[in-house]
């Protein structure tokens, strides 16, 4: 069985790990993958976004079976001019990709019926939202409706700030065309919560949660980054919150996009807070997290591959997605400066015995060696009994792993150590 894979991060890499564990699976094509898939996938210099040359690609190989993993060429509709070429995927098409691709549409949506969020306004006129912020409560949530490579939420804890961003966004298009309408929303506080869902559209079924750690520095300090570690399970995930979760927030959500006519398939992701009024959603993603993946993938005791294919045809069942009772962390080592300047280029050394516990974001292959290529440059994740023997061999692992410049935050799982302590 031949399977394409469309991405080239850490996320892809780790799809890709598991799918191969399939022994039906006889070659894996990346898209455009990176230095590091390609010791375990075949990387075919084609970018996520060129979605005529995907579909090409794939009718040439006889593929026969495609995960879109990236928001961006969901957003843009692979899936749907794939399934066109007879070619079955794994991912919403389009229309319901909208769910991520704008907040506007999730925000109305979750208005619509009933699924908790945090309250909020649009606007598409920018002088109306300065005038709006006048007298909004402050701190306040500045968002830009589309896509914005996850730069475009902007916390408020100043009026000034507020409008400032308002202006960025709707005066300067700082994110082009993402940033023609806005929302603004109720400042929300709690711990925050990732989970992954498997839905074939009928059912849904949760993954292990877990908890990301968005800041660059210690602490939760510093600028957002694309996610410099992973934890999972998350311990404010509890089965009272997981109960109240499938009730008003997963199974709602599903039945609303049926609803709307807009079916999801794939892996539909919630991104929550657990506030004092109970669970709300932060976000929605229409897709695999990253660095989540990195740490859900290597619980997951079932088949991912024969998963995904059932979320394809209509047949997913709870049964078929089991996960094992451990934990997991995952630690990312980026290149020093990111996510702002940063060099590259330099070469990286993994002992070969952890190579399957490593995850590349950002590297490029040279006569066999890898180099560092990008901000994130890879994951390396642990599975062990406890999550404070999880966290630690995590940093086992990076302490083996070394590169010129490597930056790696210090204290993933350390909020998550000391909440299961409580
Ligand atoms: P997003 O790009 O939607 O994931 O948002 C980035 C981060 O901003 C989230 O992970 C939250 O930490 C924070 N955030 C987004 N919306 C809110 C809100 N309404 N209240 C508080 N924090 C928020
Ligand atoms: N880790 C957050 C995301 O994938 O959007």
């Given at each position: 069985?031949?399977?394409?894979?469309?991405?080239?991060?850490?996320?892809?890499?780790?799809?890709?790990?598991?799918?191969?564990e399939?022994?039906?699976?006889t070659?894996?094509?990346?898209?455009?993958?990176?230095?590091?898939?390609?010791?375990?996938?075949?990387?075919?210099?084609?970018?996520?976004?060129?979605?005529?040359?995907?579909?090409?690609?794939?009718?040439?190989?006889?593929?026969?079976?495609?995960?879109?993993?990236?928001?961006?060429?969901?957003?843009?509709?692979?899936?749907?001019?794939?399934?066109?070429?007879?070619?079955?995927?794994?991912?919403?098409?389009?229309?319901?990709?909208?769910?991520?691709?704008?907040?506007?549409?999730?925000?109305n949506?979750?208005?619509?019926?009933?699924?908790?969020?945090?309250?909020?306004?649009?606007?598409?006129?920018?002088?109306?939202?300065?005038?709006?912020?006048?007298?909004?409560?402050?701190?306040?949530?500045?968002?830009?409706?589309?896509?914005?490579?996850?730069?475009?939420?902007l916390i408020?804890?100043?009026?000034?700030?507020?409008?400032?961003?308002?202006?960025?966004?709707?005066?300067?298009?700082?994110?082009?065309?993402?940033?023609?309408?806005?929302?603004?929303?109720e400042?929300?506080?709690?711990?925050?919560?990732?989970?992954?869902?498997?839905?074939?559209?009928?059912?849904?079924?949760?993954?292990?949660?877990?908890?990301?750690?968005?800041?660059?520095?210690?602490?939760d300090?510093?600028?957002?980054?694309?996610?410099?570690?992973?934890?999972?399970?998350?311990?404010?995930?509890?089965?009272?919150?997981?109960?109240?979760?499938?009730?008003?927030?997963?199974?709602?959500t599903?039945?609303?996009?049926?609803?709307?006519?807009?079916?999801?398939?794939?892996?539909?992701?919630f991104?929550?807070?657990?506030?004092?009024?109970?669970?709300?959603?932060?976000?929605?993603?229409?897709?695999?997290?990253?660095p989540?993946?990195?740490?859900?993938?290597?619980?997951?005791?079932?088949?991912?591959?024969?998963?995904?294919?059932?979320?394809?045809?209509g047949?997913?069942?709870?049964?078929?997605?089991q996960?094992?009772?451990?934990?997991a962390?995952?630690?990312?080592?980026?290149?020093?400066?990111?996510?702002?300047?940063?060099?590259?280029?330099?070469p990286?050394?993994?002992?070969?015995?952890?190579?399957?516990?490593?995850?590349?974001?950002?590297?490029s292959?040279?006569?066999?060696?890898?180099?560092?290529?990008g901000?994130?440059?890879?994951?390396?994740?642990?599975?062990?009994?406890?999550?404070?023997?999880?966290?630690?061999?995590?940093?086992?692992?990076?302490?083996?792993?070394?590169?010129?410049?490597?930056?790696?935050?210090?204290?993933?799982?350390?909020?998550?150590?000391?909440?299961?302590?409580?």
């Amino acid at each position: 069985m031949k399977v394409l894979v469309v991405g080239g991060g850490g996320r892809e890499h780790a799809i890709i790990k598991k799918i191969k564990e399939n022994p039906a699976v006889t070659e894996i094509f990346a898209l455009p993958g990176n230095g590091g898939i390609g010791k375990d996938a075949v990387c075919v210099n084609i970018g996520a976004k060129d979605i005529s040359a995907i579909a090409a690609f794939a009718c040439e190989q006889g593929v026969d079976y495609a995960v879109v993993a990236p928001d961006d060429p969901l957003v843009l509709g692979c899936v749907d001019v794939l399934e066109e070429k007879g070619i079955p995927c794994f991912g919403p098409r389009a229309n319901a990709a909208i769910l991520e691709g704008s907040k506007v549409f999730a925000k109305n949506l979750m208005k619509k019926y009933h699924i908790p969020t945090a309250r909020y306004e649009v606007f598409q006129d920018m002088e109306a939202a300065l005038q709006y912020l006048e007298t909004a409560p402050i701190p306040t949530v500045v968002k830009a409706d589309g896509l914005a490579l996850g730069k475009g939420v902007l916390i408020a804890q100043t009026r000034q700030e507020a409008m400032d961003a308002v202006r960025d966004m709707m005066q300067a298009h700082i994110f082009g065309k993402s940033g023609d309408q806005i929302v603004i929303e109720e400042f929300l506080t709690g711990p925050e919560v990732s989970v992954l869902t498997f839905t074939d559209g009928k059912t849904v079924v949760p993954m292990v949660s877990s908890m990301d750690h968005k800041r660059a520095g210690d602490g939760d300090t510093g600028l957002n980054t694309g996610g410099m570690g992973t934890v999972a399970p998350n311990p404010y995930y509890t089965e009272a919150v997981a109960k109240r979760c499938m009730e008003e927030i997963f199974l709602p959500t599903i039945q609303a996009m049926n609803a709307e006519g807009r079916t999801f398939r794939g892996c539909l992701y919630f991104g929550l807070m657990i506030t004092p009024d109970g669970p709300k959603v932060i976000e929605y993603n229409c897709r695999f997290g990253d660095p989540e993946t990195q740490v859900v993938l290597p619980l997951l005791k079932s088949d991912l591959l024969t998963i995904m294919q059932a979320t394809t045809n209509g047949t997913l069942t709870q049964d078929m997605v089991q996960f094992s009772e451990e934990n997991a962390c995952c630690v990312i080592l980026a290149s020093k400066g990111y996510p702002t300047a940063y060099e590259k280029g330099f070469p990286i050394t993994i002992p070969p015995e952890i190579w399957d516990k490593v995850y590349v974001a950002g590297a490029s292959q040279k006569d066999g060696r890898l180099y560092t290529n990008g901000g994130r440059v890879l994951g390396v994740t642990a599975v062990a009994d406890s999550l404070e023997e999880a966290v630690r061999q995590a940093y086992a692992m990076a302490d083996q792993i070394h590169f010129e410049n490597a930056y790696r935050r210090s204290d993933i799982g350390a909020r998550a150590l000391q909440a299961g302590r409580k």
